[in-house]
């Protein structure tokens, strides 16, 4: 199973993660992993093919670097491609960011990909393919909730495992929540915090003993979503087959897509 991990801040925030604790995940995800993010409302990606655990890792410079009110984070388990930089998560396309943990039908969704998309894909994932057919779906109808919609109901008429996905425009911070089976398996989790007078942002993951920090956090209103709940702090499960929108304000709305 691979891991989620976005984060919207009302201001850019330091999210840093503690190198030998974030190891830990990269135990059972081992394909590569990747960190996405906006700088100067510029999207910016940088991820790798191998574990987070390999001594040439550039994963202690990067968690050190990384500044933004939208983050999203990812750890590979591969179904479709090689471990390689371009199969890695997150994928970026025009301002759009985007990871998934799950399986969609690869071949099949590809006879749906218009030309212009199927020239922009850069690796073997089936995930990079659902990515831009969400974007052609957005396209099409010229709205990112009904484009999501159609997407999801196309690939659901094909095999399928799971379709959780994080997404982002640079604005609004998108999770989506659903799969054919394995509800437990393919769980995402959201945290709304406040700012706290009690110190640094800490999460510990009592599962992989992920830890999580920032400096800044203490004072930032910020929404957590993840695979799993990292704290004993009222995490709420996102409904199945529903898509959770975050403005930049921290307004959250659900809408039901299947």
Known sequence: MCRLLGLIANRAVDLEFSLSKFKNLSINNPDGWGIGWYENNSPRVFKEGLSAQAKNSKLPYLAKQVYSNIIIAHLRKGTNGSASDENSHPFKLGNWIFAHNGQVDRDSLLLHLNENHQKELKGETDSEVYFYFILQSIDETKDVVRGIKKSIE??????????????????YLYAFRYSNNSRNYYSLYLLKREPSRDGPF?????????????????????????????????????????????????????????
């Open 154 to 171: 196309t690939i659901t008429q094909s095999s399928f495992k799971g379709l959780n996905f994080l997404l982002s425009d640079g604005k």
């Open 202 to 258: 800490n999460v510990q993951s009592k599962e992989t003993q992920a830890l999580l920090q920032s400096k800044a956090l203490n004072n930032e209103k910020a929404i957590l979503v993840c695979s799993e709940k990292l704290t004993d702090e009222n995490w709420k499960e996102i409904n199945f087959g529903s898509l959770v929108i975050i403005d930049q304000n921290l307004n959250i709305k659900n809408e039901h897509i299947i």
